[in-house]
């Protein structure tokens, strides 16, 4: 079969879809004429395989309540078996419209007032505020940098997690911002700690299918079966596929009475079934969208190379941390020596782009900027003339 081909470089206009990063930058930050570098979308078409899949389904006309069928369940099992080599039974396989109401669901339903919920900044800032919205508080066990390479401070983790209040600790696998793929050793010692101490383990893998060659991404449940037990892993096909609109995720838990547990607090909100174009959207890319994914992800690496290229050779003051997955570059730019608000205002009224300022994601992250980085290179260069011409 010949494989088709896709042109990531076609300039898309977004403007006036109700798009989040497009259409509201320009509000949301207070600033005229921004280049949207932030929320993590891609601004690239779907695989035509789940447009046609879409049409076809709008076509059909009647869009009544939907159930996640037995082919769809079978297509989440064969995705993470293929891309993962993770072997799901169908009915671990829970329904989520998003990670963030799966997140807030969890910490909920899995935690006392009183206790407490483990997170590494810098991290994606609806883990701080899904244990904040529900009165639960909150430890930080930072990722400590080294040379542009962040890893977790496993001595500190201990301690933290030894303290008897804590009963869970929120895992970003990837992580977002700072885009490490956790080797199998660290993620060893995150289960060896978490059942140590008896920590349920959150691990939100919804950037495990976005990764760069010479990096593997193993979901924390197959790590062995003791891991299975204690943990829930956070899946979905939004940020893989450019789906997120959609409002499908996948939640998998493999032990049963974990999962009474969550699908209780999914009924007590009324969120157990899914929508109907998320459910078609998401089985049509989970079976035919990974040569679609390949071809992104390679292009998306073209980015990122062409980002590290810049900065090394024009703004040498900058640098960009080696992604090893994900589509969001984390930008060191600690070197300008400027405060968070004078960095954030650099870049939103001198460079007049919208990235996600490093700060957002915990004090951690302070003098980082964060790069959405699927989209044209059209749009990564113009990023990096109006950042140069900003910082000179
Ligand atoms: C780590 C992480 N979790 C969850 C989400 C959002 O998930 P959802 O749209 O399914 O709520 C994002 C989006 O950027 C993310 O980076």
């Known amino acids: ?15 006036n879809t109700a798009s989040v990063k497009w259409d509201e930058a320009d509000r949301l930050f207070h ?25 076809k389904r709008a076509k059909h006309g009647i869009f009544g309540y939907t159930v996640r069928s037995e082919g769809y369940l079978s297509a989440v099992q064969g995705w993470m078996k293929a891309r993962h080599g ?39 800032p ?40 804590v009963k869970l600790m929120i895992l970003c696998s990837p992580h977002n911002p700072v885009g490490r793929v956790w080797s199998k050793d660290e993620l060893l010692k995150v289960a060896e700690l978490s059942l140590k101490y008896d920590v349920l383990v959150v691990s939100d893998e919804i950037h495990g299918d976005l990764i760069f060659e010479g990096n593997q991404h193993i979901p924390f449940a197959r790590l062995s079966d003791e891991a299975a037990k204690h943990s829930i892993i956070c899946t979905a ?9 959609l409002q499908i995720s996948n939640i998998i838990v493999p032990n049963p009475a974990l999962r009474k547990r969550y699908l ?18 998401a089985e049509a890319a989970y079976r035919r969208g990974a040569a679609w994914l390949d071809q992104c992800l390679h292009y998306i690496k073209g980015n990122a190379d062409y980002v590290a290229d810049y900065l090394e050779t024009h703004l040498p003051e900058l640098s960009m941390v080696p992604l090893e997955g994900t589509y969001l570059g984390w930008i ?8 968070k608000f004078r960095l954030q205002d650099l870049m939103l009224q001198k460079a007049k782009i919208a990235f996600n300022q490093g700060f ?24 990096m003339k109006r950042l140069k011409a900003a910082v000179d």
Request: include cysteine; charged fraction near 25%; charge should be negative.
């Open 31 to 55: 600033a005229e004429g921004l280049l949207p570098m932030w929320v993590a979308d891609m601004d690239f078409h779907a695989p035509d395989e789940v447009i046609d899949v879409l049409e």
């Open 332 to 339: 060191d730019c600690r070197k300008l020596g400027l405060d």
């Open 86 to 124: 993770w072997s799901v039974q169908k009915d671990w396989i829970c329904h989520s419209p998003g990670v963030v109401t799966a997140l807030n669901l969890i910490v909920e339903g899995f935690t006392e007032p009183g206790d407490k919920v483990l997170i590494q900044p810098p991290v994606y």
């Open 126 to 165: 609806p883990f701080r505020k899904s244990v904040q919205n529900q009165g639960r508080e909150l430890v930080n066990n930072p990722l400590v940098e080294h040379d542009g390479k962040y890893r977790m401070d496993f001595t500190d983790l201990e301690e933290k997690l030894s303290d008897p209040s």
């Open 360 to 383: 957002t994601f915990g004090k951690e992250g302070e003098g980082f900027v964060r790069i959405n980085l699927a989209c044209s290179r059209t749009l990564v260069a113009e990023a």
């Open 237 to 245: 096909p939004s940020k893989t596929f450019n789906i997120a609109g």
């Open 264 to 281: 209780s607090q999914l009924n007590r909100f009324g969120l157990g079934e899914p929508n109907a174009f998320g459910a078609a959207a």
């Open 1 to 15: 079969m010949i494989q088709k081909t896709y042109d990531f470089d076609e300039p898309i206009d977004r403007l």
